[in-house]
């Protein structure tokens, strides 16, 4: 199963978090205060990183969903 | 954990991540979870943030969809706070009158801003603290109207945020407090004088190396005496003075509090089967060898997961080890710290300019790092919480760190120049004392 991220900018409010935890998958817009996606599809690897970044995410803005889901 | 019965007391951050993590853990027993608020669990952060803004149509931003909160096929008990816990019949008790028996419990109660009874004047009308959602709804109709002053008292970070967020609502704001510099507490005067620049710019009245002598007016507040005579008239005050863990319905109880409940490593307490988390718990966090409370959101949300976890899977406990993750909005800059530091620690400029106020700094004492601030330098961070994971490191290796990001970084190079060039320098290897 392909698990891919999703990043919900409407609720990202740019705390940042998520790009000291998972600096390959995430940045940060700083014009828009934003965090951007990277690559929004979740190698192995990268699990438990991108996992960890969206609990410590305090808007709940990143999600991991599997393939259709 | 027999098929019983799982206690939260708490809903927020602290108490949600906690709920999910004994879901995920594959307890599927009876989960309660009781909350003192009556809203479903909210963004806290934005209280003092985003919600202060211009632009904020009003709504609680909510920390879970209501799909998310359904699927933990929890009870909620929402407006009810526990005021009696018996470990002995092992139940909880409510305000009003409800007795809910568990199995295993996690305490979750996070902590209540500080009143000073002491401050003559502090029951007036339009003295608050900022804390709940309703706290924030409150603040924002006394900004909302035109020609406002606000007073701020306590320049810690929600103290601070309060300030930045009510400038940009167009209020004008003074902000007191008798340490020598905003969140000199926290990161000492270095860091603190350069929020305090950032205050200034943006038109506060910052009077700090001030103590208040008494909140002044007969109903509702009308100015605030100062310890050096002065007096500053206003509209409202905000009390930004700490918080305090909400440990008083534990008394008696056989769990040991000491400035909040204190935990082994794996956030269990002094009662078998009873875990504690967030701003309440005070756990030893071996990397840092220090132990005491964090009021961090991340720190809630990560050690919510680590004693939801441990409860469930009790014969196989994990320690509970994290690098605490601060971040501040300051007007434009955003202030982030990772570690735990001191406000005695010398600041050594790892990369960037201290007076453009956009650099990665160390709190360092006997050439250990164990905290980084960064003013404006999101990506500068990842780095540094990699060695922070492992405890505190090296000055040498931050300087390795930031020497490696300029291989990659066109930008990180200049920043590599900056950072080489001045550690030598006295002047910006500032120390307190």
Redesign the interface.
Known sequence: VTLNILLDTR?C?????C???A?SVF??D?AEGKAVLLRDDCPPELLNRVTQAA??C???AIELVGDGG | MTKDAIVVVGAS?AGI?AAEAVRGAGFDGSLVVVGAESVAAY?R??LS??MLMKGWDGAA?????AG?LAALQAEWVLGRTATRLDTGARTVHLDDGTVIRYSGLIIATGSRAVVPSWLPGVELEGVDVLRTLDDALSLRRVLGSAGRHLTVIGAGFIGSEVASAARQMGASVALVDPRPSPLAGALGPVIGGLVAELHKEQGVDLRCGVGVQAILGSNRVEGVRLSDGRTIETDAVILGLGVRPNVDWLHGSGVRVDDGVVCDPFCASSVPGIYAAGDVARWPNIPFGSHKRVEH??NA??QG?AAGRNLVRAADPVPYASVP?F?SDQYTT?V?L?GVCSPDDSIVLLSGSMEERRFVAAFERHGTVRAVVAF?Q??M??PF?ELLRQGPFALTEAFAAVKKLATVSGDAIQQLHAGTAVTGEPRLRASHQ
């Open positions: 609720r409010s740019g705390f940042a978090s790009l000291i935890v600096p940045d940060l700083e609990r410590d305090p808007t709940g | 951050a991540h963004q952060p934005a943030k985003q931003l909510p920390l879970r969809s998310q959101w991340s949300a990560q997961e993750y971040w955003k982030q990772l404006k999101p990506r961070l990842a919480y």
